[in-house]
C-alpha cells in the first residue's frame, strides 16, 4: 500500500525540482546577455542594454529610444518571470518557459497593472532566442484591447564590443 503513494510522491518531487532547475537556467542565460546590444527593428536601429542588479536576484533590460522601456527579469520560487514597464504605460507579468533545446525562452501573458480601456493593447508574449553568444533575438508581440494580435517586431541583436 505504500508504494502506492510514492511513486506519485517521487514523480511530483521530480518535476518540481525540474521546473525550478528551468527556472533557473533560463535565469542563468539572461545574466549571461549582461551588456550592450545594438540591432534593428522594423527597419531601425535599436539599442538594448541587459544589466544584472540587485545583487543577482534581477536582470534589467532597457530599449533606448522614444520610449525608453524597461523589462525586469527575477525568479519567482520555481517561476521565471518578467514585468515589462511598456511605453503604452501599463506593466505586463509574464511568465517563462526554456525551449527544449535550451535556445529559447518564450513568456507569455499572465496578467498587468494599469490596463484601461482607453490604451491601445498591451505586450501579451516576448520570445529571446539566443543565437550564440554575440546575437540574439526578441520577438515581442502586442495584442489590441479585443485580444488579436495588433503587431508583432522582432528585434535582431548583436553584442557592442
Known amino acids: 500500500m505504500k508504494f502506492r503513494f510514492v511513486l506519485p510522491a517521487l514523480l511530483l518531487a521530480f518535476v518540481t525540482f525540474a521546473s525550478a532547475s528551468d527556472s533557473q537556467a533560463s535565469f542563468e542565460k539572461l545574466k549571461a546577455l549582461q551588456g550592450n546590444?545594438?540591432?534593428?527593428?522594423?527597419?531601425?536601429?535599436?539599442?538594448v542594454s541587459f544589466r544584472v542588479t540587485s545583487g543577482g536576484s534581477a536582470v534589467m533590460s532597457e530599449i533606448q529610444g522614444d520610449e525608453d522601456m524597461i523589462t525586469m527579469f527575477n525568479l519567482d520560487g520555481d517561476r521565471l518571470m518578467m514585468t515589462h514597464y511598456c511605453g503604452a504605460g501599463n506593466q505586463p507579468r509574464m511568465v517563462g518557459t526554456i525551449s527544449p533545446d535550451g535556445k529559447s525562452i518564450r513568456f507569455d501573458f499572465l496578467d498587468a497593472?494599469?490596463?484601461?480601456?482607453?490604451?491601445?493593447?498591451?505586450m501579451q508574449r516576448l520570445t529571446i532566442t539566443m543565437l550564440d553568444n554575440d546575437h540574439h533575438t526578441e520577438s515581442w508581440e502586442f495584442i489590441n484591447n479585443d485580444g488579436k494580435t495588433e503587431h508583432h517586431e522582432l528585434f535582431d541583436l548583436h553584442r557592442v564590443k
Open 37 to 47: 546590444w545594438s540591432g534593428k527593428a522594423m527597419d531601425r536601429d535599436v539599442q
Open 113 to 122: 497593472t494599469n490596463v484601461l480601456p482607453s490604451q491601445p493593447g498591451h
